[in-house]
């Protein structure tokens, strides 16, 4: 009698265990749904809840209006400046399907929602804010199985304006070889982890968690891997941060790192303000070799 209850004590005891060792993998699993077309808006939504974000967010898809069989297609990835769709800075899947970038460039285009603000990073110890990780490793690859899109990395690009443009040179950088190239329009891109603002220092928590993500100093990091090499990123434009788009080019020219540069892209401080068809053309031009039919 003793022998079997402590057979059965230790059998117990092992489930307890594989129980706990398990419990992380099933609390950490992606639920993806969709996606769903909306007719109205030209695009199709999925819904993600991840254990990189909070909640259950949309990620919005914009495909060319004819895609040819076979073909595989650049991604234009859409990085919103609040988190959201339509709030206080605009649309911008819709902004850019006024443009026509998706049809005359062939991209699909695509843009996701946060359930806090993102400055496209991770913070230091709140695990439901791996902005980054949640961008390569659930929405990237979701794109990539879902659609025929390309898997190179040349193929992925950033494009974002004030903390997603700052969000956009920062992934880029610390992902030269995942992701191709990055745009950003009126971004305060030298800002740096002793001054940190507008959110920042909360999605990071700690400025010793934000000093990798600081564009400033990983262009000093990655000069020697850019230069003499066509350019990869573009400084488009200002409203509130012209000073900081010049310095910005400036490092960049001190630091020898092709890049393309229009400092005459002045508009108001929103997706919808006339900027973004400007600096998609003068970007995409660079970047997608073949325009769509």
Known sequence: MLRSSCILFIFHACLVSFAQVQAPETEGKTVIEGPVKND?????????????TGGKNAVEVLLPDKMEAGRKYPVLYVLPVGGDFGGQYGDQ?????????????????????????????????DKGIRHDEYIKLVIVPLIEKSFPASQEPKDRLLIGFSKSGWGAVSLFLRNLDFFGAACAWDAPLMMDEKNLKWGSAKHFGTP??????VPVTLVKQHAAELAGKPPRLAIVGFNLYGADTKAFHKLLDEQKVPHLYDDTLKSKHHWESGWLPKALDLFLKQNVKTEGK
């Open 208 to 213: 010793e968690q934000a000093a990798p993500h």
């Open 40 to 52: 109205a808006k030209g695009i199709q939504v999925f819904t993600v809840a991840s254990p990189y």
């Open 93 to 125: 899947i819709q902004e850019v399907r006024k443009s026509d970038a998706h049809n005359r460039y062939g991209v699909i285009c695509v843009s996701m929602a946060f359930d806090k603000v993102p400055w496209y990073g991770s913070h230091a110890t």
